[in-house]
């Protein structure tokens, strides 16, 4: 059995929790660090695992809502870790993750991640970040896309996730409540740019061209709290989907969400 639960999803922090369980067996990958170290303990906990639980780590890129507290992770805990070269070189300047460098392992594009019973391939997003991925994971059987933090749908993205039976999907902002935020006009461009975050409609557009008769699982993630709302998610997601607005899970940006079956 694959499942996948949030344990928060947006600028405040990001964490995905991604377990494959065959017969006594459960491998445990965490996608993001993006949290306080006693925070993410925390959820862990109440996820049922703990962090001594976790096989390996896999960090996105490295903006702090999704690094947050690997190093301080995996410093107490010695858990593998797993990030793109180009992540690696943004955040080891100044050599305070030298110590850790033995932990470390370079994901690449399009290279499968083996880790017991779970695949996890990489795939290149856009973003304003050194050396982005995203993952594509399964147990062999059923197929997980968790896509946050890219700026626009790239051929190689809808490639990346054909089959999927879930997604974990960014569905970050409403153009029109981003325009008319408090927001700096740099920041402004920035979310909306094509090296930023997806709106609603992009979203939309992106589960439009990847949905089949199998996908069943559908979890909006990476919401902005000023910027966007549930029910607005759910709407532009749902009418891609040709189901009912309450069929969209939405991650809470604090606690995330529940368990979900892939």
Known sequence: MLRFKSLGSGSSGNATLVEAQSGAHTTRLLIDCGL???????????????AEDLDAIFITHEHGDHIGCARSFIKRYSTPLWMSQGTWLAVSDGGAWTPYQHLLNVARDGSAIELGDLQAMPFTVPHDAREPLQLRCTDGHRHLG??????????HVVASLQGCHALLLEANHDPDLLQASGYPVFLKQRVSGPWGHLANHAAADLLARVKHDQLSCVLAAHLSERNNTPELARTSLCEAMGCSPLDIDVADPLTGSDWLVV
């Open 36 to 50: 306080r170290l006693r925070d993410l303990e925390a959820r862990l906990i109440e996820a049922g695992t703990c």
């Open 146 to 155: 968790v896509i946050t933090d890219l700026g626009h749908v790239s051929s």
